[in-house]
Each structure stands twice: as C-alpha cells, then as structure tokens.
C-alpha cells in the first residue's frame, strides 16, 4: 500500500462565494470548482498539489450532523492556520492586506532564514504567508 498523500483542506464558512472571492483576490490564487444548493455550498481553490476548499455550515452540519464553530476577526483564532508559500512576502502580505485581510505580524525573517508574515481572512482564519522551508 501506498502512503496517503494530502488532497485538501477545508474550511467551515458562512458564506463560500465571498470566501472564493477573497482568496482570489488577496492572494492570487485559482477558482477550481464551486456549486451552491440553496446555501449548502462548496468550492475549492487550485494552491498547487494541495487544494484549499471552503464548504458552508449548511452543508457542514448537513454532511457532519453537528454544528460549526464561527470566526471573526475579532475572536482568538482556531490552533490552525494555512500556510501560503512564494517568493515575494512583502509583496503578497501587501496584496492581501489591500484585499481586506486584517493585519497580524508584518514579514519578518526567522532564525532559520524563512520570511514569514501573518494575516486574518474574511472569515477569521489565520493565514501565513511565507518562503519556503530552506
């Protein structure tokens, strides 16, 4: 047997379209597929090998049989976080913060020579925007 390999991740969301939508906008990234069922919804974005999916309470609680913990930017964040990589930091931390991602750490270069940089989405996910593991 082969070892598994990680296909997704997905985020429990009010609200997947804006979700979408804000990712493409602050951070570039691709829609790869989205479908709406009168508010049960589900989309998901091309990040490379790894796709990064939103899916609606609705569907959540529908498909789970239990409810969803909310964010907002103002709360305390979930223990997780997504971790988008690229070469320019500065440039992407800029570009997402333009886009409406709240501020947390500005792009700092850590011990092991990595820049790493945070910010909140729309929904309040933490996300780091950072180099590459040297």
């Known amino acids: 047997m082969t070892s598994p390999q990680l296909g997704y991740t997905l985020l429990y969301v009010k609200d997947v379209a804006a979700s979408l939508t804000f990712y493409e906008k602050a951070f570039g990234v691709t829609r790869h597929f989205f479908h709406d069922d009168n508010g049960k919804a589900y989309g998901d974005l091309e990040t490379g090998t790894t796709r990064l999916g939103f899916v609606s309470h609705a569907l959540a609680s529908e498909t789970l049989n239990v409810d969803v913990e ?65």
């Not at 907002?72 to 976080?81: D, L």
């Not at 690229?86 to 913060?97: G, K």
Request: hydrophobic share 45%; net charge negative.
């Open 70 to 134: 909310t964010l907002t930017k103002g709360q305390s964040a979930f223990g997780f976080e997504i971790a988008l990589t690229t070469q320019d930091v500065q440039a992407l931390y800029e570009r997402a913060v333009a886009a409406g991602a709240a501020p947390i750490v500005e792009p700092k270069t850590k011990p092991w020579g990595q820049m790493v940089a945070y910010v909140r989405d729309n929904s309040g996910f933490l996300v780091e925007i950072c180099t590459p593991m040297p």
